[in-house]
């Protein structure tokens, strides 16, 4: 029966056709899926009682598939007689497509360690400190090894076109003039890769941290692989590169401990007792949930010319507790000042008397001339005696 022939051509000879060749890689992929699948339950059952393993098993599950379907495709491919038509343009893209499965499977290998360091140490705890160092170097880390991985990906695409293999052979022939200006074109990628690598060996910043970049204050939100993103407290983001971070000063207020010393500042008059204050700190701070109770602490730190300056230095466990504590105290100690100090809070004195009043107000007083006492007395006795003064007449 002549409709029979080609099945039985294919049969006899199933990669010396396309039909054949798609039936064959057709039945490669499913049993490498079904191989998959079994592997992957095998690999949930195992890893379950290892929170890491499990988070990178998930990260994989699926990049794996499709990485062992692509290269059970190839080898069908590479399987295949020369002489059938576009068998080398299939064998291209097949390379191509499964050197881009390797490489995100490294990079989703590579994710999913970094997801599963991070996991096991959250940053909600009350000193957070290690697990902030945890973070920035796993984050940054991750991020210039998938970086590396995606580059190599890449090189490894471009060499599998002659044309592409010839011009790299160009340039090492002229490696000098090539390497100068390659490393003039990519010294900012260079220059925020190496910083990255600085800041997670380093670390002069991690994730979490409470700065101060000019004059700005905020926490690290993120840490890429070319800048850095700091939240500040008005929810707006600060963007500034890695290269600035390692080549300028800033204020980092959480650098070895999330404890932190705030200051508020009142202005009370001279006559202003202190001893009321401070109890009244001391109460304040005592009922406030934020204070860690290490810090409380009022002094005069200046003198003007119209009041006097109070500097009050109170403890947190972190900066956004001290804030609200700072917040609360000078509330509180301006309440009781207007209650029961009102006359203590700061005065404007003014002189409003003219030059002519002042200059006389400077002038010594003249000397009058004494009566003697008998003069005095006597007259001081006829004003008051009006019998006395009509005898006299």
């Not at 200006?181 to 990628?189: C, F, H, L, Q, S």
């Amino acid at each position: 029966m002549n409709w029979l022939e080609p099945i039985s051509n294919i049969a006899a000879s199933p990669l010396h056709s396309w039909t054949g060749l798609i039936v064959v890689a057709m039945i490669a992929v499913a049993c490498v899926r079904a191989g998959h699948w079994v592997g992957a339950r095998i690999m949930r059952r195992v890893t379950r009682p290892y929170p890491i393993l499990a988070v990178v098993t998930g990260a994989i599950e699926w990049p794996s598939l499709y990485a062992l379907a692509m290269l059970a495709i190839e080898l069908v491919l590479h399987e295949a007689p020369d002489e059938l038509a576009l068998i080398r343009v299939a064998r291209d893209v097949g390379g191509l497509t499964l050197i881009g499965m390797l490489t995100l499977l490294a990079v989703r290998s590579v994710a999913g360690v970094g997801n599963a360091i991070v996991a096991a140490n959250p940053l909600d705890t009350a000193d957070n400190l290690h697990a902030r160092r945890i973070h920035t170097q796993t984050r940054v880390l991750a991020r210039s090894v998938m970086t590396l991985i995606v580059m190599l990906g890449i090189a490894s695409m471009l060499m599998m076109f002659p044309n592409v293999r010839q011009v790299g052979t160009s340039l090492l022939a002229s490696a000098g003039v090539a390497g100068l200006v390659a490393g003039i074109a990519a010294r900012p990628v260079l220059g925020n890769m190496i910083a990255g690598l600085q800041i997670a060996l380093s670390q002069p910043i991690r994730l979490d941290d409470v700065v101060v970049i000019q004059g700005e204050w905020g926490r690290i939100e993120e840490i890429t692989g070319t800048y850095v993103a700091v939240r500040l407290w008005d929810q707006r983001r600060l963007i500034v590169p890695l290269q600035w971070l390692i080549e300028n000063p800033f204020t980092n207020w959480t650098r070895s401990s999330s404890q932190i010393i705030g200051t508020v500042f009142l202005f009370v008059d001279y006559k202003m007792p202190l001893p009321p204050l401070r109890e009244e700190l001391s109460r304040i701070v005592s009922n406030a949930p934020e204070w860690d109770g290490r810090v409380q602490v009022l002094q005069v730190t200046d003198a003007t010319d119209r009041a006097m300056q109070l500097r009050v230095l109170v403890s947190s466990s972190d900066s956004g507790l001290n804030w609200d504590l700072r917040c609360r105290v000078r509330e509180g100690l301006i309440a009781f000042i207007q209650r029961y100090y009102p006359e203590c809070l700061p005065k404007m004195r003014a002189d409003l008397s003219t030059e002519r009043e002042r200059a006389l107000q400077a002038e010594p007083q003249p000397m009058h001339e004494a009566t003697p006492p008998e003069a005095s007395k006597t007259a001081a006795h006829t004003e008051a005696d009006p019998v006395a003064m009509r005898r006299d007449d």
